[in-house]
């Protein structure tokens, strides 16, 4: 088992041998569950296959935009 300090600033220091395992993640996602803090490492993906991911869906920027609109409005 491994240790990690919480800083004053809330930030923890991963130590390097379990770092060592995910070479390369930069990012990781966070979540608590059953008292636990669970991290994931995620790849983000550029913008590009967000665009790309769009045009397979036949989604268009004005259907982001309508949608944005829509969930901004007062109920």
């Known amino acids: 088992m491994a240790l990690a300090k919480l800083t004053s600033k809330n930030q923890l220091t991963l130590p390097k041998d379990?770092?060592?395992q995910f070479p390369g993640a930069q990012y990781?996602?966070?979540q608590a569950e059953y008292g636990r803090i669970i991290l994931e490492p995620v790849n983000p993906q550029p913008l590009s296959a967000v665009h790309e991911k769009m045009e397979q869906l036949n989604i268009t920027?004005?259907?982001i935009e309508k949608?944005?609109?829509w969930s901004r409005k007062k109920k």
Do not use: G, H, N, Q
């Open 18 to 20: 379990i770092v060592a």
């Open 67 to 69: 949608a944005v609109a």
């Open 28 to 30: 990781f996602s966070i």
């Open 61 to 63: 920027e004005t259907d």
